[in-house]
């Protein structure tokens, strides 16, 4: 079983930057993947981004090159690093750990609130 653990966000103004992470644990831990998701108020949960353990990265659209994935593989960490920050990027993030056995494991979610 995995537990994940986020942490990071918070509130900055529209332009500013913000990072959130990600750490998996759990016994004979085995990662295949890990995606951020984000659901802003009234609207569906959304993919954002996903790193694999090789570190190669998928972004959806609107990241637009502003945020950044990257990983710490020796403590199971992720980082999700959210640069030039719009109000639209308003939302709770979470973070799914995929296991080598393709389950997923969600996080708690954190709230990123970007004002204008």
């Known amino acids: 079983q995995v537990q994940v653990e986020q942490s990071g966000g918070g509130s900055v103004q529209a332009g500013g930057s913000l990072r959130v992470t990600c750490v998996a644990s759990?016994?004979?831990?085995?990662?295949?993947?890990m995606s951020w998701y984000r659901q802003a108020p009234g609207k569906e949960r959304e993919f954002v981004a996903v790193?694999?353990?090789?570190?190669?990265?998928a972004y959806s659209e609107f990241v637009e090159d502003r945020f950044t994935l990257s990983q710490d593989n020796g403590k199971n960490m992720f980082f999700l690093e959210m640069n030039r920050l719009k109000q639209e990027d308003t939302a709770i993030y979470y973070c799914?750990?995929?296991?080598?056995?393709?389950?997923?494991?969600w996080g708690q979610g954190t709230q990123v609130t970007v004002s204008s």
């Open positions: 759990g016994n004979s831990l085995c990662i295949f993947d």
């Open positions: 799914k750990i995929r296991g080598c056995d393709g389950r997923p494991n």
């Open positions: 790193i694999d353990r090789r570190s190669r990265t």
